[in-house]
């Protein structure tokens, strides 16, 4: 099945240069800002959908912010993923599926602090919107 990248066209190049490069272009987005590929399963379409996301390593997995640069609504993979957990992940020429999941209380404030570390605007976002912004964890299925 075709993927299709984010509609936003510098993502669209962005995505370009990372897959065709096995993540040597894109993976490092800014100096010591690191990206990740994200793909989801739509959950209307049903189609794959791919993204860049900043992320962090923790411990076996990483860590991603659904921000949508502080928009009321969450990212539409954020709800992709909260239907259909399954995802695949490349971390520059790593590929990989990977369950994704929501942090819940007691580690998100470990987390977010993890995230605002490597992006500091994240605090912003949280500022412009009433919902909490969720942080989602991508754990490497095995096996």
Known sequence: MAVKDSPT???QEHI???VETDGAEGHEWRPGVHTLLLTTKGRKSGELRRTA??????????VVVASHG???AH???????TEDPVVHVQVAADKFQA????????ERDRLWKL??????DYDEYQGKTDREIPIVVLERVKG
Do not use: H
């Not at 990212?75 to 993923?81: A, K, Q």
């Open 9 to 11: 066209s510098w993502v």
């Open 16 to 18: 370009r240069k990372y």
């Open 53 to 62: 996301l900043i992320y962090q390593p923790d411990g076996d997995g990483y």
């Open 70 to 72: 502080g928009a009321p």
């Open 75 to 81: 990212p539409s993979w954020y709800l992709n993923v």
């Open 99 to 106: 369950r994704a999941r929501t942090a819940g209380p007691a």
């Open 115 to 120: 995230m605002t570390e490597v992006w500091p």
